[in-house]
């Protein structure tokens, strides 16, 4: 006798209340989130509970913590319930100046700051209602790209994923930054100058790490690195006042985010440029709603495309 796949014996329902509760880790909160009430989110408790066989929340003193089950859970629920409301918000035709739609995008502060604000005022003008959310990827979601289905795409230089659909954006040079009262140096940074003082990095493991520096280790300058910050945005400030170095992109440095006080070098050997791209999940790829938001993105890279094409011009002269 054949029996019923278990999917269709569930209530699809059943994944926003689980949503709710490893979120909340409380009846009462988890029900007035999904304005419920608590019997109404109780009773979908108990088929949870049914259903894996396992009590997902239980009682400590005042307080309920996740059962090792549903800590596991907690880490595959949200891209699932991302995946169903896209399935289920899906229409045959999408107006984008009348659209509610919501992008997630991965990325770094530095990509925040240079695309990302960007594609927001870009896209402000023609779709108002349209929502970006970034958030600063991981090494995670780094080393594993199947984590993307649930999300839009992740703004990263090539070299660090694969096997992704991507669309290139815009390139941009490396600087080197000092205090503006640095002891050795004074307008002009040299391959020493690298070896001798103190570093700053942004990022520094297998899967989290720069070009630039990548690079640094193969011309056999190994950085005396003691201190290491996951933001760009931050770097600066652990710069200042020391006689630390670190470098960063171009069109970050010259841009209104880095204090005062630096000195802004150009590096000593001819340092890759920096390949900024967005890459998406291949699911993504006939999506009409995902196309038109990669054509912002192309806008956007064009825009950057052209300042620093700009800035470098001026830096030469």
């Known amino acids: 006798m054949a029996t019923t796949p278990l999917i269709s014996r569930l209530d699809l329902n059943l994944i926003v209340a689980l949503d709710a509760l490893l ?18 989110l109780s009773a979908s408790l108990a088929k949870l509970r049914r ?18 089950l549903a800590r596991r859970l907690s880490a595959h629920v949200p891209a699932a319930l991302d ?23 991965y990325g770094s502060d530095y990509a925040f700051a240079t695309i990302g604000q960007a594609v927001s005022r870009i896209a402000h003008q023609s779709a108002p209602g349209v ?22 795409g992740i703004l990263i230089p090539h070299g660090h994923v694969e096997r992704l659909r991507h669309t290139d954006l815009w390139t941009d040079d ?22 001798e003082n103190p570093w700053v990095f942004t990022y520094q493991s297998p899967s989290a790490f720069t070009s630039a520096n990548k690079q640094l280790e ?22 200042r006042g020391t006689s630390r170095l670190g ?19 150009r590096p000593p050997f001819d340092a890759a440029p920096v390949a900024n791209a967005l890459w998406w999940h291949s699911i ?16 956007a890279g064009e825009e950057l495309a052209r300042a620093a094409e700009s800035d470098s011009s001026e830096r030469d002269r």
């Open 23 to 40: 979120t909340e880790r409380n009846v009462t909160r988890a029900a007035e989130s999904l304005r419920l009430t608590q019997p109404a």
């Open 51 to 68: 259903h894996f066989n396992d009590p997902l929340l239980v009682r400590n003193g005042n307080s309920s913590e996740l059962t090792p």
């Open 83 to 105: 995946s169903f409301r896209r399935v289920f918000e899906s229409q045959p035709e999408w107006a984008p100046e009348t659209s509610e739609r919501e992008f997630r995008i």
């Open 131 to 152: 929502k970006f959310r970034f958030e600063l990827h991981t090494p995670s979601i780094v080393e594993d790209s199947s984590q993307l289905r649930a999300s839009d």
């Open 174 to 195: 490396w600087v080197v930054l000092a205090d503006a009262n640095h002891p050795s140096i004074q307008g002009s940074v040299t391959l020493e100058d690298l070896r």
């Open 218 to 239: 193969t011309m056999g300058v190994e950085p005396k690195v003691d201190t290491v910050v996951a933001s760009f945005l931050a770097l600066p400030h652990f710069i």
């Open 247 to 265: 470098m960063v992109q171009a069109g970050f440095a010259h841009g209104t985010e880095h204090p005062s006080g630096l000195q802004v070098l």
């Open 284 to 299: 993504h790829e006939s999506d009409p709603e995902h196309e038109w938001m990669r054509g912002i993105f192309s806008r």
